[in-house]
């Protein structure tokens, strides 16, 4: 069941598998290149390299592609998990691409440095489909999907509650994704277009790479060294949960003396919402395993495919927390 709304956008032309199917029909009938094209009988080979294991959403994306590209649905998904090292999501890419997979997958950990291995896949025939994470490239030929939420509106929606609901004279720090990721970028560059023209100040800003242990860390060291925060942004839950841990060890109450507005709902980012710690929480959806499911059916078939699906996230204060926390699966 789809919990999330889709707003497809922009019409991709021919995937690169529809042309690798097309050019080995006229070979000689398509025995080779065109083997599960449009029946939907054979199983899809798919390569998927995960980013890593770093927070909540991360397990809920990893459980629900799993969950999807099961056998029983037409894959057989071979899976790994890069521990947020770009160069083994790269070593893990060449792999897939050397096995011949049909469809290549990934998150990729930072935006940058992946025309090299993204080339290698097209020079192989191989469609990629981007989950999760952008990369910056200036040849979008190089993959014929990209499926995920808006990270600049998310952080643009963090900022815009905090400047309605908390004030325009706030000092904030900033507990930043792992550097040199879409939504570490992203997100920062949305929160700071929600304050221009406030004065809200961020004073400090460093990464706590999304994980829980990093924020807490990070955290640490903002407290001493100021003493007037009046606000945590934080990009991910994992990191406001961390952040919660050193500001009550400080002796402080998150959320009352020092509030907290994270990025994700993950379960216990929710229920740290509810129990008045964090202050809001704007939604990213990890549920990204049934559309990457489609796209790639759609892809090895030769249809044409949406080149960005852009996933609609919602948005929580400690009271709308309250209401669907039971019912939230992830
Ligand atoms: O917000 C964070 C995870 O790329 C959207 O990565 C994802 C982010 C998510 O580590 O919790």
Request: hydrophobic share 40%; net charge negative.
């Amino acid at each position: 069941m789809r919990t999330k709304k889709i707003i497809r956008a922009g019409l991709a032309t021919l995937g690169i598998a529809a042309m690798a199917a097309m050019s080995g029909c006229a070979d000689d009938g398509g025995s080779a290149g065109g083997e599960a094209a449009g029946s939907g009988s054979e199983t899809i080979a798919i390569g998927f390299s995960q980013v890593g294991a770093e927070s909540g959403w991360r397990a809920a994306n990893t459980k629900d592609i799993q969950d999807t590209l099961t056998e029983e649905n037409g894959f057989k998904l071979s899976f790994s998990d890069a521990q947020q090292k770009q160069e083994n999501q790269i070593q893990a890419l060449r792999s897939y691409i050397a096995q011949g997979v049909d469809v290549l997958a990934f998150s990729p950990v930072v935006e940058t440095g992946w025309d090299a291995v993204l080339q290698e896949a097209k020079n192989a025939n191989i469609p990629v489909i981007l989950t999760d994470r952008a990369v910056d490239t200036t040849d979008d030929s190089l993959y014929v999907s990209f499926i995920g939420s808006d990270f600049v509106d998310e952080g643009k929606r963090a900022g815009d509650w905090v400047v309605e609901n908390l004030g325009d004279d706030l000092k904030v720090v900033e507990l930043q994704g792992t550097t040199g990721s879409a939504p570490a970028i992203d997100r920062k560059e949305g929160f700071g277009k929600a304050i221009e023209g406030t004065d809200i100040e961020i004073i400090d800003s460093q990464t706590g790479d999304f994980t829980r242990a990093g924020g807490k860390q990070v955290m640490e060291g903002f407290l001493n060294s100021h003493d007037d925060i009046d606000l945590v942004f934080a990009h991910n839950d994992d990191m406001g949960l961390g952040a919660i841990e050193a500001i009550e060890a400080a002796g402080k109450k998150p959320g009352e003396d020092i509030k907290i507005v994270t990025i994700d709902a993950v379960k216990d980012g929710m229920q740290a919402l509810v129990d008045g710690k964090i202050n809001y929480i704007v939604e990213c959806n990890p549920l990204l395993g049934e559309d990457l499911a489609e796209i790639a059916k759609k892809v090895v078939a030769g249809e044409s495919v949406e080149k960005r699906i852009v996933v609609e996230d919602a948005a929580f204060t400690q009271e709308e927390a309250a209401k669907v926390l039971a019912d939230r699966t992830y």
